[in-house]
């Protein structure tokens, strides 16, 4: 994956998610038969804004869902 100056900050976990779906389906051939291996939704965020512990409350919050 390679970003730009120009790349837009919310193109970055789409390109993330792409080249990592691509590596995980080259080393495991049974998630090629999955349609999706990953959601379009990402939660954009800056630490400085909040907490260590809210930050990480919000990751293992949407990691249940």
Not at 11 to 24: E, F, N, Q, T, V
Request: with cysteine; proline share 9%; glycine share 6%.
């Amino acid at each position: 994956m390679r970003a730009t100056p120009y790349t837009l900050p919310a193109d970055i976990p789409r390109l993330i998610k792409g080249c990592s779906a691509h590596l995980l389906r080259e080393g495991f051939p049974h998630l090629r038969k999955l349609p999706s291996l990953w959601t379009r939704w990402y939660f954009p965020s800056t630490a400085g804004n909040g907490s260590q512990e809210t930050t990480k409350r919000n990751i293992e919050r949407l990691s249940r869902v």
